[in-house]
């Protein structure tokens, strides 16, 4: 009996000893340093990031008409070890998506050392990815046997790219985005980060037991434009239309509500699908030219008459009615400067002075006013500085000053009617918001409301500046608008009052010499003038048609603002007048 | 007296017959005399004894399998939201797609080749009349719409994120509530 216990607790003493050396096993294995790489592994394995991609933000037009939106396409790759018929992956990819067979079948027949998955294609298009999807799947179901035609390995994963449903529509304003998921020029590149919001790296579990909600990733905020479709597409027809009539190089038309700078339509040539973009190469040799009304700065030339008047006008040197005798020559800084025509027009007031176009009354209300005030009220003007419109690569322009060293009393004389300075067409266009405004120039921008997670941002107008006081501007613009009356301009369109001035610059070569064969020519107006609701600035370069505006620029302005008072809903002054009279 | 001190009061216990040299004998004579020891216990105390260990069985069965049940809705639950969040990029996906087709369906070029198709021609100034309308001012102003607030969050539902202990307490305060009374 007593044996018995004693083996008893022999055996019971082994136990015992077995299981402390389990214990103290653990306890060992747990601490050990192989424990702590597999802790590692572990964790690795676990957990792994994950980018949360963020949808880039949509652009529509003033009446919500999407001009930029988002579709899906999808990556194809080839996970190489699920690989089972590789010459039928070759073979498929190549019938459908035009693949390089040999390429394929050698990728899969000797994969590169550590290869894992490589990708085909990022961007398949929907029709493509689904073909192949169910051939995938036929496969799948029909063969089952060893070196039977398979589809297994390949993977499709979806993703989105920008897409313009319009093409070429505002191309030159909208810009475009790259496969980096960049904006490239305009709208796309000025909002870049707004629109494309910020993706997300999260940590996510793979044991089901750690899985949370993943957090949520707003998309990029929604821009609304000032931009009108309708009547971008009309701008958009006339310019391709002036352009081809009038043989010119290049053309810009701009139209804006001057009363609170909004670009209602902005578009220059050429113009391009924003979704085959990678043609940018061929199309534009520079990337001024992507848009030109903002981008490319020009000698404005008569145009900028308008401004030289208004400050003669504001700084009270003369009035309407005021006469001079105009002998065809003003001698300024040891120059004489001539008329377009190089002939004496005799006794003229300020509004024949406009009407005429000369060089000579300019020249005199220059040297009129003094180098300090015709500097100070162009600087007002804003002629020379940027008007910071909310599209990307904006041309400054240049205005010398008395300052500048190379700056001489002749160029008083020559910047009066437009020439040795250089402006946008966005520029002068701001600069003139001021005429039509009652004297307050508004700041030009595209971008009327931001939408970010539910709230709307709307951007203010803003007013850049007071250059000239109201009653001038109103002065100014009657002014302008009985020259086009008396001159019978082209650009008058029946029923509406419109103020207005063509422009006729020589091009300077590269060694500063103008070209006697070759002009730019422009024209800028605005209407009604008792209440005005548009700006006009078109802008035809080197035209063959002829060597005047008033042939070339004029008709366009006539045509794109007949055109322009029925899709505004502009009645003519008289029904107007009827109307507001009630 | 206790069960305890019962236990431990040695009973006369009736030894086997043995046969001198056979261990084996011994060793299932001892077994025997254990059995008879435990069997002399009253049944009332083995009744309890059984009893207690059955509990405790059932209490510690109740308990795994309710920590089992919670863990695999757990996992059901984890793997519904990995479906759910992958469903909601796809329709993201999908609704991106189908905006972008209609803004293609309604772009310029088309709805003008559609309307040409259909017999419009564009207007002339000529071709308006104005009417005044005594008393009516047409709104001029931009409008737009801004699109509701996405506000769909997951977390808010109970079944993605109780706890073991929080559904336990929940169930008793449930249980604990007095019954509505009827009027």
Redesign the interface.
Known sequence: ?KS?QSRANLIAFFFVLGALAIVIQVVRIQNSKEADSFRTWGKEIMWQYETLPS?RG?I?D?H???LA????VYEVGITLKDVKNANTVAMTLNTVLGKDYKEILDLLTNPPAGAVYRVIDQYVD?DKTKQLKDLQSLMKDKYRNDGDPSLAGLGFY?H?IR?Y???S?ASNVIGFVNLNNQGNYGIEQKYDSLLAGVPKQVLVPKD???????P?NPSGA?L?L?ID??IQ?MVETELKKGVQDTGATAGTIVVMDPRTGAILAMASTPQMDLNDYTKFGEIYKTAGEFNRAVSVQFEPGSIFKILTMSAAIDSGRVVPSSTYLDTGFYPIGGVNIVNWDHNAWGVQDMVGCLQHSLNVCMARLADLMGQNTFYTYMRRFGIGYATNIDLSNEAIGHLKDPADTDWSKVDLGTNSFGQGVSVSPIQMMTAATALANDGKMVYPHVV??M?S????HITPTQILGTPISPQSARTVSNMLADALQAGQSLANV??YRIAGKTGTASIPGPDGVYDPNLTNQSFMGWGPVDDPKFMVFVWMERPLKSDWASYVASPIFHDVV?KL??LM?I??DD?RK??LG? | MTILAELKTPKPQPQPETKPGS?AY??VA?AVGTLRQYQDIPLRFQKQWITAFLALMILVGTVGGLYLNV?SR??IA??E??TL?DDI??G???N??L??????L????SL?ARALAAGYVP???ED?G?I?V??YF?QQD?T???????NT???LSSD?SESLSSWLTRQIETASLPLAQEH
């Not at chain 1, 089901?208 to 993943?214: A, Y």
């Not at chain 1, 997670?453 to 709307?456: D, L």
């Not at chain 2, 905006?99 to 293609?104: E, L, S, V």
């Open positions: 009996m018995f949808e949509k529509f003033q919500m008409h999407m939106g988002n579709k899906v929907a979806a989105q897409s449903p319009d093409k529509l089901p037991n750690l899985i949370t909600e993943m949520k929604d609304i000032t479709r309708d597409s009327y409301a939408v997670n539910g709230s709307e029946k029923g007949q008072v029925v809903d009645p003519p029904i009827q109307l009630q | 261990k011994q060793a001892e863990v757990t996992v984890g793997r939201i990995q969040q990029s796809v993201q996906n999908t991106a797609d905006q972008t087709q209609i803004a293609t309604l772009s310029n070029d003008q207007i002339k100034n308006i104005y005044t005594p008393g047409p931009m737009t719409v801004t699109p509701p607030t996405e969050d997951l977390s993605f």
